[in-house]
Nanobody, 124 residues
Framework: QVQLVESGGGLVQAGGSRTLSCAAS????????MAWFRQAPGKERDFVAA????????AYADSVKGRFTISRDNAKNTMSLQMNSLKPDDTAVYYC?????????????????WGQGTQVTVSS
């Protein structure tokens, strides 16, 4: 069992930056893929970014490519999402997710463990 806790959400102006963090309760670096998803009010939970167990491979949604950067520190059991050039459309609850295995996927169904989410609000 893995507990995930997100932090770093808040209110930010359009064009600004924010860094989200996800802390895992146990060692996830050995063979866990991790990802960020987000869910805006009235919408489905959408893929944002994913990173494989070693950090050597990443994937991004087209809507955030070039603006967001996912990274992980396996020694600290943490994952981060650096968000730049934020837009009002980025407003959502952001969720951290993890799944054992060496694959990296972009679908919600692949991930076994989820955090409670952290709200990011981008004002125009």
């Amino acid at each position: 069992q893995v507990q995930l806790v997100e932090s770093g959400g808040g209110l930010v102006q359009a064009g600004g930056s924010r860094t989200l963090s996800c802390a895992a309760s146990r060692r996830t670096g050995s063979s866990y893929a991790m990802a960020w998803f987000r869910q805006a009010p009235g919408k489905e939970r959408d893929f944002v970014a994913a990173i494989n167990w070693s950090g050597g491979r990443t994937a991004y949604a087209d809507s955030v490519k070039g603006r967001f950067t996912i990274s992980r520190d396996n020694a600290k059991n943490t994952m981060s999402l650096q968000m730049n050039s934020l837009k009002p459309d980025d407003t959502a609850v952001y969720y951290c997710a993890a799944s054992p295995g060496f694959r990296m996927e972009t679908t919600t169904g692949f991930y076994n463990y989820w955090g409670q989410g952290t709200q990011v609000t981008v004002s125009s």
